[in-house]
């Protein structure tokens, strides 16, 4: 079975930093686009970053040279380096592939289940 499994989240104060990883389990063959999404209490889910197989990055701008997403292909990871964080970053984030290919599956749209991120003033 294919799973994306994040961690890395946690209760961290304003100004610091924090690591999410995102691992891709099961048997693979490759992973299309990958990126993290978040979602606030009572917000909708926003796009935070993403990152082609060849590794061309974009970011939503709340978080443009405070992020930084990347990816091993061989681990079938994708990470997000949170640098300088404020407390309006508290959300659960969640990891999405864009398609995952398989001997056994062909997924699209997939989702982790997400990891709480908590930044205190």
């Known amino acids: 079975q294919v799973q994306l499994v994040e961690s890395g989240g946690g209760l961290v104060q304003a100004g610091g930093s924090l690591r999410l990883s995102c691992a891709a389990s099961?048997?693979?063959?490759?992973?299309?686009?990958m990126g993290w999404y978040r979602q606030a209490p009572g917000k909708q889910r926003e796009l935070v970053a993403t990152i082609t197989s060849n590794g061309i990055t974009n970011y939503s701008n709340s978080v443009k040279g405070r992020f930084t997403i990347s990816r091993d292909n061989a681990k079938k990871t994708v990470y997000l380096q949170m640098n300088s964080l404020k407390p309006e970053d508290t959300a659960v984030y969640y990891c999405n592939a864009e398609w995952i290919k398989g001997p056994a599956v062909w997924l699209t749209n997939y989702w982790g289940q997400g990891t709480q991120v908590t930044v205190s003033s």
């Open positions: 099961g048997s693979i063959y490759s992973i299309g686009d």
